[in-house]
């Protein structure tokens, strides 16, 4: 689904089995054949969809990237560092491009050599990397981070940090269809057209 957070309104949808490339390729196509002129995208951080808009200024969601880093690190991790990841990552919405990308060198100078640590095999030949999930989370950020201030560098198109518009738009939409229980798969079609087109 394509939503505009200013104006409030669904732009697109369509029933889909899974979220891919194509997908999105699609949806820039009929938006752009709509007449719709995209200025900038904000997306959720899934593989393979920034290159579909990668001619335009992309946000990568500050709140996905907090739960990508959270499932990683867990809600309480064991090590001081990824305890202090998690901390930083926190801040991320707080805060700003600059001090951010600060703080995230510093804490990646400061755990260096333990994230470099190595696990051996009893033979002494084969290892991997101790602590493979913090590496993971910081690698996830790393990868995303020219995308997470979008929002800061370009204020004149007042883009969101976050998906919350499309986000809050679902969770209204489980919310009515809770409370239609029951219904044939048809009708629950029907019912979920109805309320995406209002």
């Known amino acids: 689904m394509a939503r505009c957070p200013g104006l409030k309104q669904n732009l697109y949808w369509k029933e889909i089995t899974a979220e891919n490339k194509a997908v999105y390729e699609e949806a820039r196509r009929y938006l752009e054949a709509a007449g719709f002129s995209i200025q900038a995208i904000v997306i959720d951080a899934k593989h393979g969809i920034r290159e579909v808009f990668s001619d335009l200024v992309v946000q990568i969601c500050q709140y996905h990237q907090q739960q990508i880093v959270g499932r ?43 994230l470099t640590e190595r696990t051996y095999k009893t033979d002494g030949k084969h290892w991997w990397y101790t602590h493979k999930r913090i590496r993971s989370a910081y690698r996830s950020l790393a990868t995303n981070l020219p995308y997470l201030f979008s929002c800061q560098r370009y204020p004149e198109l ?41």
Do not use: C, M
């Not at 939409?173 to 048809?186: A, C, D, E, M, Q």
């Open 72 to 114: 990683y690190l867990t809600a309480r991790p064991k090590s001081e560092a990824g305890q202090e990841l998690r901390l930083l990552v926190g801040s991320l919405t707080k805060i700003d491009e600059k001090l951010f990308t600060e703080l995230l060198k510093n804490w990646h100078e400061k755990w260096r050599g333990f």
């Open 158 to 198: 007042n883009i969101p940090n976050t998906n919350n518009s499309l986000e809050g738009y679902f969770s209204k939409l489980k919310r009515l269809l809770n409370n239609h229980n029951g219904l044939k798969r048809w009708r629950r079609y029907k019912l979920i057209g109805a309320i995406l087109n209002d």
